[in-house]
């Protein structure tokens, strides 16, 4: 549900409970609700919080983590700028048990007033994890007696030399705390208004890597079955409908700049989807449409089991991918692979930028990916990585093509621990396929998938008897020869395959005869 737009917090704005020190009953409250004026109740969908004084001003500030933009908040308290010693704050090492001391004790007492205690806990909320530091708000003029620790050993240790507006170590088995002085405050640091961007319902998405487009089949002009091809040059898709304004103007924009874009060796083909839209128009009714327009490219009609594997292929790359709309466009790289995906209408002089830069990889296509500069601590998502992804999505509904993502991620794992699984995984999808499509007698993309079976995993026993076996069906007995004695070279103890060489060399000297 949260990947098709919904909220586990039903869009509920953020709520902040002021403690009124309360009993509760008719009379005082316990807690208020000081949401607005706090100026924390934001609408976003919320995953967790965590506390901390950031800039070591003696209060607590607070790092929202959120599902929706910004992913991170940092909202800075700045109510207690006049007062320095109204706070005072600990961090515990323990030297028995566990060092920091996680479920140990503090207790502080004070001159005419009830003790204050507080307990040091580990992971204290969903996704977060606060600082370890203890942080006790004091109030005015307060005296402090003595600190007491309890560790989680057991043992109790009461320390001395602290003082109100301090900040101090307290080392078990120690009676002296230890001043921490804070250090300099980053100078630079100013709040930010968040600026809603518009809604356009266009959107230019460059992948921040590389991922091979699924196995899409349309019908061309000529009315031949078809598949998308790129044939070593880089090609632009084109989703579009007969009813869609916008559809109507793209495809006279990339007329418009043909010239151009032949120049860059740029192949542009335009499926027409039916029955996506708001009227019962039949697909053949686009076709007078792109000859009216003088369209210049290749042009035909989508699938509809194609045009679900695109829905599939968003849904698989984006966190919201939400429904499926015209005009939608793949840039496609001459290896096969999609490099950027454009929602809306095209922007041809982004699209000419975008073609340029079709050979980015690694941190350059990161770079591309994101609307903003900044510095980068992790490394860039790879290619296998995000084929892995994209194939877990696939596998149920689409194993064949689940198949070719398992591969090309296989391929792409260089000197990564996963790649034999990997191929593992691509190798048993490819199989079970090609077996069950076998006996169905889909003998053409039966044998594409032992090809891929073989390819994937070349050392596979399994993989070339079991071709061997569907060529010695389809009475190819040569080349079922060639698979079957690979086999029996990978694995000399089949039994299984010397059986089957033993039956294909009859029917040879049968055919023969």
């Known amino acids: 549900m949260v990947r098709k737009g919904s909220s586990w917090s039903g869009w509920e704005r953020n709520c902040v409970m002021l403690n009124c020190g309360g009993v509760g009953g008719n009379k005082v409250r316990p807690f208020a609700d000081v949401s ?23 209060d607590l500030d607070l790092w929202f983590r959120n599902r929706t933009a910004p992913r991170l908040r940092l909202m800075l308290n700045n109510t207690n700028k006049n007062q320095a010693d109204d706070f005072i704050a600990f961090r515990l090492q323990a030297v028995k048990g566990n060092r920091d001391a996680i479920g140990a004790r503090v207790e502080i007492h004070l001159k005419e007033q009830p003790v204050m205690v507080q307990t040091l806990a580990a992971g204290d909320g969903f996704l977060s994890q606060s600082s ?19 560790w989680p050993t057991g043992e ?106 032949t120049a860059l060796k740029l192949d542009v083909l335009a499926l027409e989807v039916g029955g996506a839209g708001p009227s019962d128009k039949e697909p053949k009714k686009g076709k007078s449409l792109i000859e009216q327009l003088k369209y210049p490219f290749d042009h035909g009609t989508v699938s509809e089991s194609s045009l679900e594997k695109v829905e599939h292929f968003q849904r698989a790359l984006f966190e919201n991918a939400g429904q499926f709309a015209v005009p939608l466009s793949l840039l496609i790289d001459r290896g096969g692979l999609v490099t950027t995906i454009y929602q809306g209408p095209i922007d041809v002089e982004l699209l000419l930028q975008d ?95 032992f090809l891929g079976a073989v390819a994937v ?57």
């Open 36 to 58: 607005v004026i706090s100026g924390l109740d934001f609408a976003d969908d919320g995953r967790a919080v965590a506390v901390v004084d950031w800039d070591h001003d003696g």
């Open 132 to 150: 370890k530091w203890l942080h006790f708000g004091l109030g005015d003029n307060a005296q402090i007696e003595r600190v007491a620790v309890r």
């Open 156 to 261: 109790t240790d009461t320390f001395s030399g602290v003082h109100p507006g301090g900040r101090y170590y307290l080392k078990q088995g120690s009676a002296r705390a230890t001043a921490w002085n804070r250090p300099a405050v980053p100078s630079g640091l100013s709040s930010m208004v968040q600026k809603a961007a518009p809604e356009s319902g266009v959107a230019a998405i460059a992948l921040p890597a590389k991922v091979p487009l699924p196995l899409i089949e349309y019908t061309d002009e000529l009315g031949n079955a078809s598949e998308v091809t790129t044939n070593d040059r880089p090609k632009l898709l084109v989703f579009w409908a007969e009813w869609c304004p916008s559809c109507i103007g793209e495809l006279k924009s990339l007329g418009e700049n043909a010239e151009q874009l």
């Open 355 to 449: 073609i340029r830069d079709l050979d980015a990889n690694g941190s350059q296509r990161r770079d591309l990916a994101l609307p903003y500069v900044g510095r980068w601590y992790t490394k860039p998502i790879t290619p296998s990585a995000v084929a892995e992804m994209v194939g877990g999505r696939f596998t149920e509904s689409y194993p064949i093509d689940a198949a070719r993502y398992y591969h090309f991620a296989a391929k792409a794992a260089v000197n990564d621990p996963r790649q034999p699984q990997l191929a593992a995984n691509s190798l048993a999808l490819y199989l079970h396929q090609a077996r069950l499509l076998a006996n169905k007698g889909s003998s053409s993309v039966a044998r594409r998938c």
């Open 457 to 513: 995993a070349p050392g596979s026993a399994e993989a070339h008897r079991d071709f061997g076996i569907f060529l010695m069906h389809q009475l190819e007995f040569d080349l079922a020869e060639t698979h079957l004695l690979q086999a029996g070279k990978i694995a000399p103890d089949d039994k299984r395959i010397q059986q089957t060489l033993l039956r294909l060399q009859q029917l040879k000297e049968k055919g023969a005869g």
